[in-house]
Nanobody, 111 residues
Framework: QVQLVESGGGLVQAGGSLRLSCAASGNIFSISTTAWYRQAPGKQREFVASITSGYSTNYADSVKGRFTISRDNGKNRVYLEMHSLKPEDTAVYYC?????WGQGTQVTVAS
């Protein structure tokens, strides 16, 4: 059983930055792709970014150039660096690995 725990969310002003962290219960992130998704109130969950076992990254168009996904195998963590945040980035952010999902962390961007 894989457990994923997100942290790092919070309230930030527009234009600010946050770093989200996803911690795993074991050394798994180097084996397969890990992704971040988000879900805003009243909207469907949407893809944000992913990183493969070979460190290839992919981003949603809405976050390209502002968000960066990275991985630290030694710490069993995947990060999402978010800069130039906009009110439309407000959502619960989820980390996912294969069929596993974390509980999410709230990001609120005030205008």
């Amino acid at each position: 059983q894989v457990q994923l725990v997100e942290s790092g969310g919070g309230l930030v002003q527009a234009g600010g930055s946050l770093r989200l962290s996803c911690a795993a219960s074991g050394n798994i992130f180097s084996i397969s792709t890990t992704a971040w998704y988000r879900q805003a109130p009243g909207k469907q969950r949407e893809f944000v970014a992913s990183i493969t076992s070979g460190y290839s990254t992919n981003y949603a168009d809405s976050v390209k150039g502002r968000f960066t996904i990275s991985r630290d195998n030694g710490k069993n963590r995947v990060y999402l660096e978010m800069h130039s945040l906009k009110p439309e980035d407000t959502a619960v952010y989820y980390c996912t690995y294969r069929q596993y999902w974390g509980q999410g962390t709230q990001v609120t961007v005030a205008s």
